[in-house]
C-alpha cells in the first residue's frame, strides 16, 4: 500500500518519529512492524520497523540515525520530508505479548525500545520494563511512554543488575528481549543459566546484516551467482538481482527465509535456528546472516 509521510518529529539529535497517513490502515496489535520500500542511489531498500502504538488512523515508528547504515535510516533523517510517499507492506507480527504469559519481563536496549511502546500501551498487560540507553536519549525515550508505565531506564547498562532481575521473576514470567545482537546474546544467555526454559524466552531483532568480508553465493536452481558486499545481506543481494526469496521478518526471527546450505559453512545471526542446527551448517536464515567461507551454494 502506498502511505504518506503526514509528520516527522525530532526527538533527538539521532531520533526521529514518522507519521504515515494514507489507505484504510489494518490493524497491527502490539509487537507489529512495517517493512518500507525506501528509495536509494543504487537500489530500494527494504527496511522493517516497529510500530509504536496501535494505529488510530495512522501508523507511527521512530528510527534511529545509524553512521553505518545501509541505507534506510540516511534516508529518513536526511532526505524525507512531509508528503513524500511510500510503498509500505501490511503489519506483520512475529512479537506479540505471548498470550499465555501472566507477566511480561521485558528487556531492550537502543532503538528495541520501539516495539515495547506498543506493549506499554496494551490494557491489561502486567508487564516490567528495563531499557538501556545513551544518557542523551534517555528523556526522549521516556516521553514515547505512556504516563505511569512500569518501566525504568538505565543510562549505564553496567548499573543494571541483570542477574538479579532475572533470578527473581516469578514461575509465571515471560522473558522478551529487543536490541543489539551482543545485548541480546548475553541476556538469554544469562536467562538460560538461571533456568529460565526456552519456551518462555521471546526475541525481536531489525539489526543489520552485520559487515563481515564480501562473499559469493551460487544458486543451484537458478543457476546464477551473486556477489554479497559487506553491510549487505544475503536476502538483499538476491534481490537486487532481481529474484524474490521468501521473506517476512527481514530480522532472523520468523524463518520465512530459510534456505538449505549445500556447500560452505555459513555465519550465523539470527535467533530462529536451534543450537545443533546451526552447528550442523545445513541451513541459514539469508537476512541476517552471511559467510565464513568466500562461497556458499544454496539450494534456490
Given at each position: 500500500?502506498?502511505?504518506a509521510?503526514?509528520?516527522?518529529?525530532?526527538?533527538?539529535?539521532g531520533l526521529?518519529?514518522?507519521t504515515?497517513?494514507?489507505?484504510?490502515?489494518?490493524w497491527a496489535?502490539?509487537g507489529s512492524h512495517?517493512?518500507?520500500?525506501?528509495?536509494g542511489?543504487?537500489r530500494?531498500?527494504k527496511?522493517?520497523?516497529s510500530?509504536?502504538?496501535?494505529?488510530d488512523?495512522?501508523y507511527?515508528?521512530v528510527?534511529r540515525r545509524?553512521?553505518?547504515s545501509?541505507?534506510?535510516?540516511?534516508?529518513l533523517?536526511?532526505?524525507?520530508?512531509?508528503?513524500d510517499?511510500?510503498?509500505?507492506r501490511?503489519p506483520?507480527?512475529f512479537?506479540?505479548?505471548p498470550r499465555n504469559?501472566?507477566r511480561h519481563?521485558?528487556?531492550s536496549?537502543g532503538?528495541?525500545?520501539t516495539?515495547?511502546?506498543?506493549?506499554?500501551?496494551?490494557?491489561g498487560l502486567?508487564?516490567e520494563?528495563?531499557?538501556?540507553?545513551?544518557?542523551e536519549e534517555?528523556h526522549?525515550?521516556?516521553?514515547l511512554?505512556?504516563q505511569g508505565?512500569n518501566a525504568v531506564?538505565?543510562t549505564n547498562?553496567?548499573?543494571l543488575?541483570l542477574?538479579?532481575?532475572?533470578?527473581?521473576q516469578?514461575?509465571?514470567?515471560?522473558?522478551?528481549?529487543?536490541?543489539?545482537?551482543s545485548?541480546m546474546d548475553?541476556?538469554?544467555?544469562?536467562?538460560?543459566?538461571?533456568g529460565?526454559p526456552p519456551?518462555?524466552?521471546?526475541?525481536?531483532?531489525f539489526?543489520?546484516?552485520?559487515?563481515?568480508?564480501?562473499?559469493?553465493v551460487?544458486?543451484?536452481r537458478?543457476?546464477?551467482?551473486?556477489?554479497?558486499r559487506?553491510g549487505e545481506?544475503v536476502l538483499?543481494a538476491l534481490?537486487?538481482?532481481?529474484?524474490n526469496?521468501?521473506c517476512?521478518?527481514?530480522g532472523g526471527?520468523c524463518?520465512?527465509c530459510?534456505?538449505?546450505v549445500?556447500?560452505g559453512?555459513?555465519?550465523?545471526?539470527?535467533?530462529?535456528?536451534?543450537e545443533s542446527?546451526k552447528?550442523?551448517g545445513?541451513?541459514m536464515?539469508?537476512?541476517?546472516?552471511?559467510?565464513?567461507?568466500p562461497?556458499?551454494?544454496?539450494?534456490?
Amino acid at each position: 500500500m502506498n502511505l504518506a509521510i503526514a509528520d516527522i518529529e525530532t526527538l533527538s539529535p539521532g531520533l526521529k518519529r514518522f507519521t504515515f497517513t494514507g489507505a484504510e490502515l489494518p490493524w497491527a496489535g502490539p509487537g507489529s512492524h512495517l517493512v518500507l520500500e525506501i528509495p536509494g542511489a543504487e537500489r530500494t531498500r527494504k527496511n522493517a520497523y516497529s510500530l509504536i502504538a496501535a494505529p488510530d488512523g495512522a501508523y507511527r515508528i521512530v528510527v534511529r540515525r545509524v553512521e553505518r547504515s545501509r541505507g534506510g535510516s540516511h534516508w529518513l533523517h536526511d532526505h524525507a520530508r512531509p508528503g513524500d510517499v511510500l510503498e509500505v507492506r501490511a503489519p506483520q507480527n512475529f512479537f506479540h505479548p505471548p498470550r499465555n504469559a501472566k507477566r511480561h519481563l521485558l528487556l531492550s536496549a537502543g532503538i528495541g525500545i520501539t516495539p515495547f511502546l506498543a506493549y506499554a500501551q496494551t490494557s491489561g498487560l502486567v508487564y516490567e520494563l528495563h531499557h538501556c540507553c545513551k544518557p542523551e536519549e534517555a528523556h526522549s525515550f521516556r516521553a514515547l511512554l505512556p504516563q505511569g508505565a512500569n518501566a525504568v531506564l538505565h543510562t549505564n547498562r553496567e548499573a543494571l543488575n541483570l542477574h538479579g532481575l532475572l533470578a527473581r521473576q516469578k514461575l509465571e514470567t515471560h522473558l522478551s528481549i529487543c536490541g543489539p545482537e551482543s545485548f541480546m546474546d548475553h541476556a538469554i544467555s544469562l536467562a538460560k543459566s538461571l533456568g529460565w526454559p526456552p519456551a518462555k524466552i521471546h526475541l525481536e531483532s531489525f539489526g543489520s546484516a552485520n559487515w563481515g568480508n564480501p562473499f559469493s553465493v551460487r544458486l543451484k536452481r537458478s543457476g546464477i551467482t551473486v556477489d554479497v558486499r559487506p553491510g549487505e545481506s544475503v536476502l538483499e543481494a538476491l534481490e537486487a538481482a532481481g529474484l524474490n526469496p521468501p521473506c517476512l521478518c527481514r530480522g532472523g526471527a520468523c524463518g520465512e527465509c530459510r534456505m538449505s546450505v549445500l556447500e560452505g559453512t555459513p555465519e550465523h545471526h539470527d535467533h530462529y535456528l536451534s543450537e545443533s542446527e546451526k552447528t550442523s551448517g545445513k541451513s541459514m536464515m539469508i537476512c541476517v546472516s552471511r559467510a565464513i567461507t568466500p562461497e556458499l551454494l544454496l539450494d534456490f
